[in-house]
């Protein structure tokens, strides 16, 4: 059963949505979390971007890594951000104002940009929305020089952990999260995809989000919100729920994480 789309913000990135305060908030929640500004720093040191180069950043939402980009490449490189979404793109652009950064609008699948055209590309946590992730490395291998390196990041949904709830009660907002996501095991799935596109392996990462109060009380209310609307749990199942992690983030006593996974490749 899918997550109600009233419930939750759009994150499939097969289609264009709204950039909405609650999807920007939840986006600029998570950006701060140490884990994914952990895992942005290695990705950033693994491309290496250099002076000069053209880089690229899939599914750049609020814009953050193209400005990453942009910084190292200089005023002779090239620093991209492609997203479906025009809202979204509005916000990036309005936050990257007087910087060399650009944002065209594009899918995954069709990349607004010339064949053999990109030194480097990131794609964060998008794999996981897109129905054909397949297509996708492979429209990557095509903008990418011979040369060119790649760094694929996502999560996984079965890695993830809420304590404290009732365990049954989490296991089913957590199933019906899952099947709300096109690809929730992404995380796992990415150096086969880029083996299979016929690129070479470098380096692989991986780093455990742990959500903050703030962004722990964000997503458990949504999912206990998108948990009734689809009635996979009850009134009361809801309340306890809510209760316990209320309870838990008010004595120190609560968790919730996700593991992210990186491969770094390079196109031979």
Do not use: K
Not at 79 to 89: E, F, H, K, S, T
């Amino acid at each position: 059963m899918a997550v109600p789309e009233e419930q939750l913000p759009s994150f499939h990135a097969d289609a264009a949505g709204v950039a909405d305060d609650l999807l920007v908030t939840l986006l600029d929640l998570q950006a701060e979390l140490p884990g994914v500004v952990r895992m942005r720093h290695w990705v950033l040191d693994a491309l290496a971007p250099r002076p000069g180069e053209s880089a690229l950043d899939i599914g750049s939402g609020t814009g953050s890594e193209v400005l990453a980009f942009a910084e190292r490449v200089g005023p002779h490189g090239r620093a991209v951000g492609v997203d479906p979404n025009p809202a979204m793109l509005a916000v990036a652009r309005e936050r990257a104002s007087g910087t060399a950064a650009e944002y065209l609008e594009g899918t995954a699948y069709e990349l607004p940009l010339p064949n053999d055209s990109v030194d480097l590309v990131r794609c964060e946590r998008v794999f996981q929305h897109l129905d054909d992730p397949a297509a996708a490395t492979a429209d990557i291998a095509r903008v990418l020089r011979p040369g060119g390196r790649v760094a694929l990041v996502d999560s996984d949904w079965y890695t993830a952990i809420l304590h404290p709830g009732d365990r049954d009660v989490v296991a089913a907002l957590s199933d019906l999260m899952r099947a709300g996501t096109p690809n929730p095991g992404s995380g796992r799935l990415l150096r086969g995809l880029l083996v299979n596109a016929g690129f070479v392996i470098d380096d692989q990462a991986s780093q455990a989000v742990i959500w903050d109060v703030d962004s722990t009380t964000q997503l458990v209310g949504q999912m206990v919100a998108a948990g009734r609307a689809a009635a996979v749990i009850t009134e009361e199942q809801a309340a306890d729920l809510t209760a316990a992690v209320a309870d838990g983030i008010a004595t120190g006593d609560y968790h919730l994480s996700v593991t992210m996974f990186a491969v770094l490749a390079h196109r031979p």
